[in-house]
């Protein structure tokens, strides 16, 4: 996904294809039903979620990160005016959208896919070399350091100073929030087939799910 290119040409050019993701799941709600879109188990981690909540975090996670963490680098003079903002940034359900609000998964949809655009935005200012010169701090979950390991750069930890707080620049959290996206595709997917339904899109082969530490149980 990601090409070694000079750090003076356009942040354009790495093109995570986040309006693919957003294609691909569209296509794979298409017909489903409320019972459907709503089916949770115990039976594994991933089925903890129903397919409805899967997307309500993809969109979610793109507000979170590029205006919650990034928002004061990205946007120094005050972040943009979008609707419901502070409800986006700090919903009080747990890293995903307010579902008093954010329920029908249409406007769920709608959510993901201005939440999409906003990381578009991104780049049409960056460069390759800006994206990799930006940086944060950031404590990390203790699944962070599995997923550092399908990034071949941008993610590291100064463990003499704490080694639970890690640093990513900002090409690496695009891919993040790439990865993300198509992680829980796979979810959806298995949520599917948990449910004997037929599965529509062909995931990416690269990312989260194909680590091999992955959990990949199966319905």
């Known amino acids: 996904m990601i090409r070694d290119l000079a750090d003076n040409f356009p942040a ?41 909540r899967q997307v309500s975090h993809m969109a979610s996670l793109h507000f979170r990160w590029i205006l919650q963490r990034w928002g ?4 120094p003079d005050g972040l943009p005016a979008i609707e ?9 359900n747990d890293r995903r959208l307010n579902e008093k609000k954010y329920w029908e998964i249409a406007s769920i ?12 935005s991104i780049f049409s200012s960056e460069t390759i070399g800006s994206l990799r010169e930006k940086e944060i701090a950031r404590d990390s979950p203790s699944n962070w350091k599995i997923m550092a390991q399908a990034h071949p750069r ?10 639970t707080v890690s640093y990513i620049t900002l090409e690496a959290t695009i891919r993040h929030m790439y990865f993300e996206d198509i992680t829980h595709l796979y979810n959806i997917q298995r949520l599917k ?13 690269e990312g989260y799910w194909v680590l091999p530490d992955w959990d990949r149980s199966e319905p």
């Open 154 to 163: 941008g993610i590291r930890w100064d463990s003499a100073k704490n080694p």
């Open 84 to 92: 419901d903002l502070n409800d986006l940034i700090s919903s009080p």
């Open 72 to 75: 004061q680098y990205l946007f």
């Open 12 to 52: 354009t050019t790495l093109s995570p294809h986040f309006n693919a993701v957003y294609d691909m799941v569209v296509n794979e709600l298409n017909g489903l039903t409320s019972e459907q879109l709503d089916f949770e188990s115990d039976e594994w981690e991933w089925s903890k979620w129903s397919i409805r």
């Open 193 to 205: 087939r948990a449910q004997d339904l037929v599965c529509v899109v062909v995931l990416p082969n």
């Open 109 to 120: 949809l709608r959510k993901l896919r201005e939440a999409i655009e906003l990381t578009h």
